[in-house]
DNA sequence: ACACAATCGACCATCATGGTCAATACATAT
DNA sequence: ATATGTATTGACCATGATGGTCGATTGTGT
């Protein structure tokens, strides 16, 4: 977590390229496996000023853990507008979000993944309790103020609303795994928009009660 | 995929013990990153007859591939019962199958998908085409012979599937999260099954037909 | 021209790698 | 017992990658 101070005096857009490059490595490889050298490689800079700005490779982790966790709350969790009460349209709105969020940060959703999962490597406490509090966090900007009643009587809320959540990580992933290595900047993406809507609307004629206009 | 004739004539657990901790390890690391070292370590046998009863890594792994597709063949998609034709019940089946398979074999699901996402290691022709022979026949086992007319009318049948599917497997995949680390011999299953089908029940009640008895 | 900060990359000790092979342990047959 | 042949081991090797250092070079501001 504890960086030179002239890490933060340099260029922004080159604090991002060494910051993207790492966070990339880490989130592929793992802590242990991450290579410091490919990190050099991919941001463009010498061996020597990464071991200036970051005293050692866990000094670097620990500073992208906060940096990625900061990064999370501001541009994705607090742009989520708990307002909205439909559920399906809480997703939809999430999932715009979601993938603005991976198009200026790609690997950061990937990066915090590997670190919640990864126990052999053991963080300060302060961010191990904000990982856990980010976590919370996430679950419940998902289903606080949902409106409960948009569903149909004859099946369990709950498990309706678990079930719409998975067909739709579902269709993204799917979506996801089609585009990887292709830049996902020269793609069109506004048909796939059209057709994740449709798929809400299936979900929505099926989960919800019908529709008595 | 070529092996020497003396390690077919060992014992069978032994034979097992080896290509299961051979299958660990590549399914965890990939081709490269996997060490040779780990899985005798694993395997409970010495260097020096890994490399006699397969000449080098790469025969190994291609051999591993080869046994995982025929595995897999024998122990999975055979048995799926292609007579099934209502779609959620095919996948109850099928959900069945798969949990045998992981018990028997486990590890075995993750290599075949290491595999096909690894472009970093070329396999000879005949691999190569019997894995895409693989994928094709497990996307027409899920889908031949199904009765699409028990799907309600106002929705799409195609996309009612493809959700359905989603679904189901997000609560399987979130299932199998939660059972990481933990054996899956200690665990009861059957409360998890039970609330597997509630689901399944929601599913029917909302994508199909009205039940009118 | 001077001071000083930024930057580089050759270099280091260490370690893990895939693979080898001389040496054993073991079994079987005579 | 002895001899023969096979199954098995693990110390060993060259190679390459690792995290980290540091003297040298470049750049900048005065």
Redesign the interface.
């Known amino acids: 977590m504890h960086m030179n101070q002239t890490f933060k005096n340099i260029d922004e857009t080159k604090q991002k390229r060494i910051l993207n490059a790492a966070i990339k490595e880490f989130a592929e490889n793992g802590y242990e496996?991450a290579s410091t050298n490919k990190i050099i490689k991919d941001a463009g800079i010498g061996k020597g000023m990464l071991f200036h700005y970051f005293n050692n490779k866990k000094d670097l982790y620990e500073y992208l853990v906060d940096y990625a966790l900061n990064i999370t709350n501001t541009e994705y969790l607090q742009r989520i507008d708990i307002d909205e009460s439909d559920f399906i349209e809480r997703l939809k709105q999430i999932a715009r979000i979601k993938a603005e969020f991976h198009d200026n940060n790609p690997d950061v959703k990937n990066f915090i993944g590997t670190v919640v999962l990864n126990d052999d490597v053991e963080l300060p406490d302060d961010l191990e309790t904000r990982l856990s509090d980010f976590q919370k966090t996430g679950y419940a900007l998902l289903y606080k103020k949902i409106d409960k009643s948009l569903v149909?009587d004859?099946?369990?809320v709950e498990?309706?609303f678990?079930?719409?959540?998975?067909?739709?990580?579902?269709?993204q992933n799917?979506l996801m795994q089609q585009f990887q290595g292709e830049k996902i900047a020269h793609i069109d993406l506004q048909p796939y928009w059209d057709e994740f809507y449709?798929?809400l609307d299936?979900?929505k004629?099926?989960?919800y009660k019908e529709d008595r206009t």
């Open positions: 496996q149909r004859d099946v369990d498990k309706a678990r079930l719409i959540r998975w067909a739709i990580e579902g269709y799917e449709e798929y299936v979900l004629t099926t989960f």
